[in-house]
T-cell receptor, first 111, second 116 residues
Framework: QKEVEQDPGPLSVPEGAIVSLNCTYS??????FMWYRQYSRKGPELLMY????GNKEDGRFTAQVDKSSKYISLFIRDSQPSDSATYLC???????????FGKGTTLSVSS | DGGITQSPKYLFRKEGQNVTLSCEQN?????MYWYRQDPGQGLRLIYY???????QKGDIAEGYSVSREKKESFPLTVTSAQKNPTAFYLC???????????????FGEGSRLTVL
């Protein structure tokens, strides 16, 4: 079993839809959970960061962590064509440990 | 502005040639990393370095070499021994050694290498 599993998609939705992106993981030591957004031919950039369990909201984006189920989610409300990108989940156990990435989910939002 | 600069953005190479990708950061980060990204395979770690003059192999180091002579610079050489070098290469950096460190990586814009 890979440490981090992420459905690669692709995922296609119409503008205005609610998008749910998910990752599962196996290492219970993970405490820091991140979502990176990567536009085509660009480097990934940090979108959301969450420590331990719970929710975090930033505008149209909500990150959820359920450590009991080893499951994290990113919700995008009122999706826009500019949200079309690859979304990578990433997680670490903290200081001095490696950041482990999922394979990324490619999202396309059509207008 | 602080950041990570990778060059060149696009590079073409003939089979059998070595090529060096540049990565420079002015974030004063201790650690630097090289990843390879192929469609459907996510990010795979090639090499990383946590301190000057020291580096460790990642998951797919064969056919690659690095050096870390300065804190700001971490060049990657793709050698002729790398069997399938056509890919998108990403350099990243991070802070280490702090109890509040989350392990967040800061990425450059990437270099796309194509072997002809």
């Amino acid at each position: 079993q890979k440490e981090v599993e992420q459905d690669p998609g692709p995922l296609s939705v119409p503008e205005g839809a609610i998008v749910s992106l998910n990752c599962t993981y196996s290492n219970s030591a993970f405490q820091y959970f991140m979502w990176y957004r990567q536009y085509s031919r660009k480097g990934p950039e940090l979108l959301m960061y969450t420590y331990s369990s719970g929710n975090k909201e930033d505008g149209r984006f909500t990150a959820q962590v359920d450590k009991s189920s080893k499951y994290i989610s990113l919700f995008i409300r009122d999706s826009q064509p500019s949200d079309s990108a690859t979304y990578l989940c990433a997680m670490s156990a903290g200081a001095g440990t490696a950041l482990i990435f999922g394979k990324g989910t490619t999202l396309s939002v059509s207008s | 502005d602080g950041g990570i600069t990778q060059s060149p953005k696009y590079l073409f190479r003939k089979e059998g040639q070595n090529v060096t990708l540049s990565c420079e950061q002015n974030l004063n980060h201790d650690a630097m990393y090289w990843y390879r990204q192929d469609p459907g395979q996510g990010l795979r770690l090639i090499y990383y370095s946590q301190i000057v003059n020291d580096f460790q192999k990642g998951d797919i180091a064969e056919g690659y070499s690095v050096s870390r002579e300065k804190k700001e610079s971490f060049p990657l050489t793709v050698t002729s021994a790398q069997k399938n070098p056509t890919a998108f290469y990403l350099c990243a950096s991070s802070i280490i050694g702090q109890s509040t460190n989350t392990g967040e990586l800061f990425f450059g814009e990437g270099s796309r290498l194509t072997v002809l």
